[in-house]
């Protein structure tokens, strides 16, 4: 088993951890990013240059930090590994999806190693992103976390995946935009709004829960789709199966460009009419998760769901 680490260098705990983690993985072989080669000592570790590089050559990655690393690991193999493992372990603030406490961080690489890990396959959202007024340079790729060598390239089109969501909304303009919205060809409604967001249940708590979109159990088969700011009384978010297709026509009263953002680490601009199809990915991440801890659990522990706030009252 050939373990892989990706950690967030900026959070304070890293260096404590990260040598214990080692310490636990030995004499399994593991690699890691070359920026973290001063906190690796002289460990016989193996260093790439990328989490994309780190992710091809893993079975299982090991992610230190927050949410957003967690998100940037799970993004790398989906890009270049869909057959390796995730772990997250927390270092940041709420760590709902990187849930496990560098306090039990011993317990955890134990059951990593003896297989007793829950597995979960998580869905992750696909994108093709085109431009209706310019098909040949409509679609800009302003950022990529994973790939920077790719920001600003223009073409015809460009492909985003993520583990939470993928958000459309205005570029460069505070006008709303207008949405043409298609389920498996069939039109659901057009509507004007600031944004509009399609969320995988994993990233039903994040953005899309602010939105105003519902809690959904993380392995269930849906996606979500949910306007930002609709100026309507009517416009609820709306769930469906993740194999459906979702086509979003999108433009505005500007002809300008919209912008769309993959777990808020993809960044392509798009110019108007835009044309954005969304579906659940062919692959699914395969998340590890204690089985001490269910989801229900993180609920109500670091979303305070079901919790009574009256007698917090000033």
């Not at 089109?157 to 709303?176: H, K, P, Q, W, Y």
């Not at 959904?216 to 609709?230: C, F, G, K, N, Q």
Request: include cysteine; hydrophobic fraction near 40%.
């Amino acid at each position: 088993m050939r373990f892989g680490i990706y950690a967030n260098i900026r959070k304070v705990e890293l260096h404590s951890t990260l040598e214990h983690l080692l310490h636990l993985l030995s004499p399994e072989p593991c690699a890691t990013l070359s920026s973290l080669r001063e906190y690796v000592g002289n460990r016989q570790v193996t260093f790439y240059d990328s989490a994309n590089e780190l992710a091809a050559n893993s079975d299982v990655i090991v992610s230190l930090g927050g949410d957003g690393t967690m998100l940037t690991a799970a993004r790398a193999i989906m890009r270049e590994n869909p057959a390796a493992k995730l772990v997250g372990v927390n270092l940041g603030h709420l760590g709902f999806i990187s849930e496990h406490s560098p306090n039990a961080l011993e317990e955890l690489i134990v059951a990593v190693k003896q297989g007793t890990m829950t597995e979960e396959n998580r869905l992750v959202l696909e994108g093709l992103l085109t431009s209706e007024s310019n098909e040949k340079t409509g679609v800009l790729i302003r950022r990529d976390v994973l790939t920077p060598s790719r920001e600003g390239e223009r073409g015809d089109s460009a492909r985003a995946c993520a583990l939470n969501e993928i958000v459309i909304d205005n570029f460069g303009s505070t006008r709303m935009l207008t949405f043409e919205i298609r389920v498996q060809g069939s039109l659901l409604g057009t509507l004007r709004a600031d944004g509009i967001l399609v969320s995988t249940p994993t990233g039903s708590t994040g953005y899309s829960v602010s939105a105003g979109g519902p809690i959904v159990e993380p392995t269930s088969p849906v996606l979500i789709i949910s306007p930002i700011a609709a100026h309507s009384l009517t416009v609820r978010p709306v769930v469906v199966p993740e194999w459906y297709e979702i086509d979003l026509r999108i433009y505005n009263d500007a002809s300008s460009s919209v912008l769309a953002v993959a777990d808020g680490q993809e960044e392509v601009v798009i110019e108007t009419p835009a044309i954005v199809r969304l579906s659940g990915h062919q692959n699914r991440l395969k998340l590890l998760r204690h089985p001490s801890q269910s989801y229900f659990d993180l609920l109500r522990n670091k979303l305070l769901w079901s919790a009574d706030i009256r007698g917090l009252r000033a």
